[in-house]
């Protein structure tokens, strides 16, 4: 059994913002940027979706990988998606992402809902 850290509200609204900017990069100024939360059986899903270019399958096999970037080197440091990867999953959530190029993208975390007490 693992050692799960409670979230509040605060928390989950704060890393829905996060992960909106980490994921930014991925649109184009013309796209629509969506983010959806839910209560979904005893998780809270939060999705980032966008309209924009999308990534190819190679990207999104490394997409979470520490120092992976596709940004020039004076750009980034790879670090906030891996960072994001590791706070779900210490907190026994998951993280997926949906993308074709040209379609758009959508990341989805799914957290468990932890009740105090």
Not at 4 to 32: D, G, H, M, N
Not at 59 to 85: H, M, N, V
Not at 96 to 103: D, I, L, N, R
């Amino acid at each position: 059994m693992s050692a799960r850290s409670p979230c509040s509200i605060q928390y989950y609204t704060a890393f829905a913002i996060y992960l909106e900017v980490k994921t930014f990069r991925f649109s184009v100024p013309t796209s629509t940027k969506r983010i959806r939360t839910r209560v979904e059986d005893d998780a809270v899903v939060i999705e980032v979706e966008d309209n924009g270019v999308g990534m190819d399958e190679a990207t999104r096999q490394r997409l979470f990988e520490p120092f992976f970037t596709t940004k020039d080197a004076d750009r980034g440091t790879g670090l906030g998606l891996s960072i994001i990867y590791a706070i779900v999953r210490n907190h026994d959530g998951e993280i997926t992402v949906e993308s074709e190029q040209g379609v758009g993208t959508t990341f989805r975390v799914m957290l468990p809902v932890v009740e105090e007490g």
